[in-house]
């Protein structure tokens, strides 16, 4: 009994120390390797530093790195982000799923709903780098405005904003909305 | 039943689970950027412990799967593959009573209709058994692997 529980700690140690080797050593080979600790990038939501993880690759993170530094993620509040609407250089995306756009969103805003945009990002592939890009979800509670505007930072875009109020503030404004619309 | 029908019951399972687990792993060895993002969402890790945990995992599975395959350290392989399926149901159950509606990560990434669900808990726990049921035909002093020595 003591023996085969010997045999199992033993074996599996050495099983352990096996993939150690092998995953760490296919991870550094690989140009999909990740580094080891994820990178991460600070944004500052409603006075409080966040760190938002980002899980891509050594060779994302090293050209990401240099675009973090030179153009920060910033929050905008209610009254930026009415200057951004009026001025009509920016283009609203609305990180929240179809239904709750359907449902309603900010006049002009488009479509790019957070869980797709994490597989499939051809929707803001065609864009200009420095277009001026402002997310923004319900509010609140929401974190998905912050992811998105971090991956497109990511992306090489220079000109991004996430407005954390949000729909619910938006709307609660009587700023002009739109229902209905295509994905 | 027979002895001989035991002995390819559990080579037919040892087989299945190991093509399964190679299988489930390849996605995740090839794309460990997806399969960090999937550990992340369960919101069980700090942050810092996601990629080391995204690379080494599928290798354990590999592990498991390859040694299942040949037949090897099948004691060990057996309580690892019990081990690994009884955490996962776990952290399955804590996903789902915690109300995430995330995606489980558990054979394939980003294929849809792979969320964490009770159904994945029995798969899981399923499996557990499968292990569990090697683990007790390798378990030495039951005679089996002597018999088998001898044949």
């Not at chain 1, 090489?156 to 709307?171: K, L, P, Q």
């Not at chain 2, 997806?34 to 290798?59: D, G, M, Q, S």
Request: proline share 3%.
């Amino acid at each position: 009994m003591n023996q085969t529980l010997k045999t199992i700690l033993i074996r599996s140690l050495l099983i352990g120390g096996g993939i150690i080797i092998v995953g760490l050593g296919f991870n550094r080979l690989s140009p999909r390797g990740l580094p080891l600790v994820a990178a991460h990038q600070s944004v500052i939501v409603q006075g409080r530093v966040q760190d938002i993880p980002l899980f891509i690759s050594r060779r994302a993170a090293a050209k990401s790195d240099t675009l973090a530094g030179q153009h920060p993620v910033e929050e905008i509040d209610l009254g930026r982000a009415r200057q951004f609407f009026t001025g009509g250089v920016a283009i609203f995306l609305d990180a929240r799923e179809f239904e709750d756009y359907w449902a309603g969103h900010i006049e002009g805003a488009v479509s790019v709903p957070y869980t797709e945009f994490q597989d499939n990002s051809a929707s803001v592939e065609q864009l200009d780098r420095s277009t001026c890009l402002v997310t923004y979800c319900d509010g609140d509670e929401c974190q998905s405005s912050i992811d998105l505007a971090v991956r497109l930072s990511e992306m090489g875009f220079t000109d991004v904003w996430f407005y954390f109020g949000g729909w619910n503030e938006w709307s609660a404004a009587g700023l002009p909305i739109v229902k209905g619309g295509r994905p | 039943m027979k002895s001989k029908t035991w002995h390819w019951l559990e080579l037919v399972i040892r087989l299945a689970i190991g093509v399964l687990f190679i299988y489930a792993s390849a996605d995740k060895v090839l794309h460990p950027d997806k399969f960090a993002v999937v550990i992340y969402n369960y919101r069980v890790l700090p942050f810092e412990l996601v990629n080391l945990v995204a690379i080494l995992v599928p290798w354990l599975e590999i592990m498991i799967g390859v040694t299942l395959i040949f037949g090897i350290w099948l004691e060990t392989s057996a309580f690892l593959l019990s081990a690994l399926m009884l955490g996962f149901a776990v952290l399955i159950i804590s996903a789902i009573t915690r109300g995430l509606n995330i995606e489980c990560g558990c054979f394939t990434l980003s294929e849809s209709g792979s969320l964490v669900s009770w159904r994945r808990v029995i798969e899981d726990l399923g499996l557990m058994i499968c292990g569990i049921f090697i683990l007790f035909r390798h378990w030495p002093g039951r005679g089996r692997s002597v018999v088998e020595k001898t044949n």
